[in-house]
Every structure is written in structure tokens, then in C-alpha cells.
């Protein structure tokens, strides 16, 4: 079954990145689903899948500096890095699309996790 699933590493704590807002965006930047992950940096549920996941462009942003500010980091004003914003295409909804993010206040990397 076809799905979008995410994951957040802190790396400037070495944790996971519980609480993280995000946001999943479709066609045209229409929001899809606002989410937040767990304790394991993880969402409870796939972002989107089955039916209502077919090809086409998807933009996961992610909330980094309220995240950070949160979990009491000082950042500068303003953030180096506010949000992220990770631009995902889909040829075969049929497949698992994860996408991890590892994150620090300065940093970020993703790629395409199973």
C-alpha cells in the first residue's frame, strides 16, 4: 500500500525531535495535513496514503525554530533556519515514500528512508 511517512532526528541533542509541527502540502501548496510527531520523532500515522495518495509534486515543511525555541535553544532573530521545506516528487503512489529529516538549528539533511 502506497503511503508518505516522515521522521525527525535532532542531531544538535541527539535525540529524537518529539513535538515537531509540520505540515504536508499537495498540488497548488493545499494543505494536506498538519501533523506532529510523537516521542519516537516519528507521526502516529502515515501523512497520506492509499486513495488519496496519487503522483505528483508534495512539500513537506517542517516548524524548526518553534521546535527549537520550545525545547529552550537560543536562536538569533531571526533563525537561521525557520522552516524547511522539502520538496518530494511521486512517480508510484503504489510505493512507500519515507522521508527522514535530521535537523540542528544550523543544519538540516533528508533522503529517501524505506
Known amino acids: 500500500m ?3 511517512t516522515t521522521h525527525v532526528l ?3 541533542r541527539g535525540i529524537p525531535a518529539a513535538g515537531m509541527a509540520g505540515r504536508l502540502l499537495g498540488g497548488q501548496g493545499r494543505c494536506v495535513v498538519d501533523f ?3 516521542l519516537q520523532g516519528r507521526c502516529e500515522r502515515p501523512l497520506i496514503e492509499a486513495g488519496d495518495f496519487v503522483a505528483g509534486a508534495y ?3 517542517f516548524f524548526t525554530a518553534a521546535y527549537f525555541r520550545d525545547a529552550g535553544v537560543h536562536l ?3 533563525p537561521f533556519l525557520d522552516e524547511i521545506r522539502i520538496a ?3 512517480a508510484d503512489p503504489a510505493r512507500h515514500y519515507h522521508v527522514p529529516l535530521l535537523v540542528s538549528p544550523w543544519s538540516f539533511s533528508t533522503y529517501r528512508g524505506s
Open 2 to 4: 502506497g503511503q508518505l
Open 76 to 78: 538569533d532573530d531571526p
Open 10 to 12: 535532532d542531531i544538535a
Open 88 to 90: 518530494v516528487g511521486v
Open 59 to 61: 512539500t513537506l515543511v
Open 36 to 38: 506532529m510527531t510523537n
